[in-house]
T-cell receptor, first 109, second 115 residues
């Protein structure tokens, strides 16, 4: 099955800094999503982005399907951005969605 | 309000005592799925369903059952729970395009402890 790898595993930022999180996947995908799990455990969908670029406020994401990676950009980070960021990918019809191990982000004030 | 609702949110039970974790969504989504989250192992898919009466195994289906008799509900059944099923469980739903699920919406999670 498809392999999903995220980097870095951990990231500590000062409030106001920018960051880039990376998601590599081992095969072509027809589904790529980014999620944020806040410190209370809630999982929130950030982007559904099998290809192209999307922006939502301070967050944006780009998926380059031919190169098999996706990037999540966080600009002007805030303490509320802390938590774990997951990407998940799927290949083929009806196949299972596979999650990466996540990037733990800590934003310090 | 559009949401995925799981119950119970917290449960402590004993080995072998059958339990059901319910999941309901009010967004008319075709696709529903169950995941478990364990430290160091991330999120792993247990079962998924692409529509009513259509279910399939994910990565870790052993020890679990599901059913999809109605579009809105997708219960997770542990027939004989064991301590290795102690975990944080998430239900999720999305529209289904015909090839892949769309934007996934998660429930708030159910923390299960099996003694």
């Amino acid at each position: 099955g498809i392999q999903v790898e995220q980097s870095p595993p951990d990231l500590i930022l000062q409030e106001g800094a920018n960051s880039t999180l990376r998601c590599n996947f081992s095969d072509s995908v027809n589904n790529l999503q980014w999620f944020h799990q806040n410190p209370w455990g809630q999982l929130i969908n950030l982007f559904y982005i099998p290809s192209g670029t999307k922006q939502n406020g301070r967050l944006s994401a780009t998926t380059v399907a031919t190169e098999r990676y996706s990037l999540l950009y966080i600009s002007s980070s805030q303490t509320t951005d802390s938590g774990v960021y997951f990407c998940a990918a799927q290949r083929g019809y009806g196949n299972k969605l596979v999650f990466g191990a996540g990037t733990i982000l800590r934003v310090k004030s | 309000e559009a949401q995925v609702t799981q119950n119970p949110r917290y449960l402590i039970t004993v080995t072998g005592k059958k339990l059901t974790v319910t999941c309901s969504q009010n967004m008319n989504h075709e696709y529903m799925s169950w995941y478990r989250q364990d430290p160091g192992l991330g999120l792993r898919q247990i079962y998924y369903s692409m529509n009513v009466e259509v279910t399939d195994k994910g990565d870790v289906p052993e020890g679990y059952k599901v059913s999809r008799k109605e579009k809105r509900n997708f219960p997770l059944i542990l027939e004989s729970p064991s301590p290795n099923q102690t975990s944080l469980y998430f239900c999720a739903s999305s529209l289904f395009s015909g090839r892949a699920p769309g934007e996934l919406f998660f429930g708030e999670g159910s923390r299960l402890t099996v003694l």
